[in-house]
């Protein structure tokens, strides 16, 4: 079992096409993919960096977890996302430290992964997410 690598990175933007031009021109490439998380009430914008990505998070209802930090701070880095090669092995190691997890039963989350969230509290303040994929193949290429 191990972390991978830095899977993403996710940012809370202000729904405003603007913000969304801003990484266009920092990144020097458009989005790959955008897609809506009903679950989370959110939609999400990815950017390939490398290895990497970079996800843009705005919120789609008032009530979701993305408008609340956007109400508290503006906006900025939300969480940083692991990617793991076994999310229940993970979650059973991190447990075991101490780690507490938002969501313990793995949830599916936006660009084909099966994510879990730590509890801030357990991680220094810094919200991390775990993700595995769930089409290998495709992200080896
Ligand atoms: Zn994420």
Redesign the pocket.
Known sequence: MAILKIE?I?IAIQPNQENIEIFNKLLSQTPYKAEIVESEGVKTTFFQVGESKI?LLEATQSQSPIAKFLEKRGGGIH?I?LEVDSLEQEIQRLQSLGFELINPEPKK?ADNKLIVFLHPKSTANVLV?LCQSTTPLENKK
């Open positions: 993403h996710g996800e969480h996302a989350g997410e």
